[in-house]
T-cell receptor, first 111, second 113 residues
Framework: QKEVEQNSGPLSVPEGAIASLNCTYS??????FFWYRQYSGKSPELIMS????GDKEDGRFTAQLNKASQYVSLLIRDSQPSDSATYLC???????????FGSGTQLTVLP | EAGVVQSPRYKIIEKKQPVAFWCNPI?????LYWYLQNLGQGPELLIR????????DSQLPKDRFSAERLKGVDSTLKIQPAELGDSAVYLC???????????FGEGSRLTVL
């Protein structure tokens, strides 16, 4: 079982819709959670971090964390074609706080 | 402010040859990471440095991979000898506090023939 799991997709949504990306993790004591965006052929870039249960909003992005369920999600409102990318969930795990990435979910926003 | 700089961007070698990758992190970032990324997969940690000290190298294949970070700034990752399965993108990243908010370089794409 992978330590950080994501649906690989691909996920397609129409322009203007809400895209919902999900991630589960295995380490119950993890405290730090991150979403990275990776365009094709490019390196990952940080878009959101979340440390407490609940929602955190930043522009069109909302990260949601539920530590009891070991679940973190990313919502993208008013999706744009420029949001088409692979979204990587990352979790600081273990006593060494090793940042572990999921395999990513490929999102396509259709014009 | 300059970002994380990596070189070379691309490298093609034959198996059993050595290869080295270089990384210059963002100024002031104490934590440096080397990740490996295969196509369609997320980055996998090879080694993490806090200043000069390698604090997590549990995933580094030490029989053929080595890394160093002299003076706590630049870092070099070496593979000797390279195998076909080493073909991947090698990503360097840095962070200020080692808390997971990473800044990645453009990566070094290795092809082993």
């Amino acid at each position: 079982q992978k330590e950080v799991e994501q649906n690989s997709g691909p996920l397609s949504v129409p322009e203007g819709a809400i895209a919902s990306l999900n991630c589960t993790y295995s380490d119950r004591v993890s405290q730090s959670f991150f979403w990275y965006r990776q365009y094709s052929g490019k390196s990952p870039e940080l878009i959101m971090s979340i440390y407490s249960n609940g929602d955190k909003e930043d522009g069109r992005f909302t990260a949601q964390l539920n530590k009891a369920s070991q679940y973190v999600s990313l919502l993208i409102r008013d999706s744009q074609p420029s949001d088409s990318a692979t979204y990587l969930c990352a979790v600081n795990m273990g006593s060494a706080r090793q940042l572990t990435f999921g395999s990513g979910t490929q999102l396509t926003v259709l014009p | 402010e300059a970002g994380v700089v990596q070189s070379p961007r691309y490298k093609i070698i034959e198996k059993k040859q050595p290869v080295a990758f270089w990384c210059n992190p963002i100024s002031g970032h104490n934590t440096l990471y080397w990740y490996l990324q295969n196509l369609g997969q997320g980055p996998e940690l090879l080694i993490r440095y806090e200043n000069e000290e390698a604090v997590d190298d549990s995933q580094l294949p030490k029989d053929r991979f080595s890394a160093e970070r002299l003076k706590g700034v630049d870092s070099t990752l070496k593979i000797q000898p390279a195998e076909l399965g080493d073909s991947a993108v090698y990503l360097c990243a840095s962070s200020f506090q080692g808390d997971g908010e990473l800044f990645f370089g453009e990566g070094s794409r290795l092809t082993v023939l």
